[in-house]
């Protein structure tokens, strides 16, 4: 049961990272909004709780990274930026969205050969 609500967890912490990934980078520039994004994952570190790994990457370079609550309630491992959570599926709509993202934008065209972004 815990895993099933660890995933649920984990699948609406992605969609909310998802969400707000097309906000503008200058939202997250300085402290401010970074004490903005602790205050909105805070909750995860009140008590003991599966958590999150929050990453914000503005033209390729991080600018926020951190982790909030536990990976493993039962052995008490909290979560820090570089902590593997096991999606299993999951990741397969973010990538798809991302996809037809791309699509909308003009970057690929669906019926493009993989070869064309994958050469090797």
């Known amino acids: 049961m815990n895993s099933i609500r660890n995933s649920k967890l984990a699948i ?36 003991k709780r599966p958590g999150a790994a929050v990453m914000v990457i503005e033209y390729g370079k991080i600018v926020y990274s ?5 990976a493993d309630l039962d052995n008490e491992v909290r979560i820090t930026p570089d902590s593997a959570f096991r999606l299993a599926s999951v990741s397969k709509q973010f990538t798809t969205m991302a996809i037809m993202l791309l699509e909308e934008r003009g970057k690929l065209e669906y019926d493009d050969p993989i070869a064309e972004y994958l050469p090797e």
């Open 12 to 47: 609406t912490i992605l969609a909310i990272v998802a969400l707000t990934a097309g906000a503008p980078a200058e939202d997250i520039r300085t402290d401010s909004r970074s004490s903005q994004v602790d205050s909105l994952f805070a909750f995860l570190d009140d008590g």
């Open 66 to 70: 951190k982790g909030f609550g536990y």
